[in-house]
T-cell receptor
Framework: DAKTTQPPSMDCAEGRAANLPCNHS???????VYWYRQIHSQGPQYIIH???NNETNEMASLIITEDRKSSTLILPHATLRDTAVYYC???????????FGAGTILRVKS | KAGVTQTPRYLIKTRGQQVTLSCSPI?????VSWYQQTPGQGLQFLFE???????NKGNFPGRFSGRQFSNSRSEMNVSTLELGDSALYLC???????????????FGPGTRLTVT
């Protein structure tokens, strides 16, 4: 199964770190983990991706476990504008397409 | 750099009609993928075009088709519209073929199609 498992929803206080988990226990060795988010009625926005090592960019950090069976997206200082649906995806090795699951609804509250 | 643009943004059609949606990728991007988003099924992959050739296709009926032009712009066509085709249609572009390198896809704002 190519899908990932994410909690359906999470709450986070404004200014605190938001840690969004993702389980991808059947991921193969050369499949990347991608994170996107979608704010209501807009197209999904690319956040970050990684293979084995932890990654950081201006938006977020991605922590991938050593066995690659799970990962965590970290938004270091969540703001109200980070309220969105966050999708964790595996890039299928030969599929050349993004497979979106149900995602996690992150609600940032003041 | 301009983002991915899609036209029109909103469209209302009647059952049985056909519709053509347009997507202009980010300059320099050669791959264009199309997705359908509905409340019930979520985001589903339709097809991917690269160098004017369809490279990959999702599980949609033949009524859904597309093409890509030499300037990488892409169109998607849906014939014999059904009520269930009402959805947000999203286009995404990337520099290379997703799957043959870690190329991220950038999405447009989508076209909201309503079939009555």
């Amino acid at each position: 199964d190519a899908k990932t498992t994410q909690p359906p929803s999470m709450d986070c206080a404004e200014g605190r770190a938001a840690n969004l988990p993702c389980n991808h226990s059947t991921i193969s060795g050369n499949e990347y983990v991608y994170w996107y988010r979608q704010i209501h009625s807009q197209g999904p926005q690319y956040i970050i991706h990684g293979l084995k090592n932890n990654e950081t960019n201006e938006m977020a950090s991605l922590i991938i476990t050593e066995d690659r069976k799970s990962s965590t997206l970290i938004l270091p200082h969540a703001t109200l504008r980070d309220t969105a649906v966050y999708y964790c995806m595996r890039l299928m090795e030969y599929g050349n397409k993004l497979v979106f699951g149900a995602g996690t609804i992150l609600r940032v509250k003041s | 750099k301009a983002g991915v643009t899609q036209t029109p943004r909103y469209l209302i059609k009647t059952r049985g009609q056909q519709v053509t949606l347009s997507c202009s990728p980010i300059s320099g991007h050669r791959s264009v993928s199309w997705y359908q988003q509905t409340p019930g099924q979520g985001l589903q992959f339709l097809f991917e075009y690269f160098s004017e050739t369809q490279r990959n296709k999702g599980n949609f009926p033949g009524r859904f088709s597309g093409r890509q032009f030499s300037n990488s712009r892409s169109e998607m066509n849906v014939s014999t519209l059904e009520l269930g085709d009402s959805a947000l249609y999203l286009c995404a572009s990337s520099w290379g073929r997703v799957g043959q390198g870690a190329y991220e896809q950038y999405f447009g704002p989508g076209t909201r199609l309503t079939v009555t």
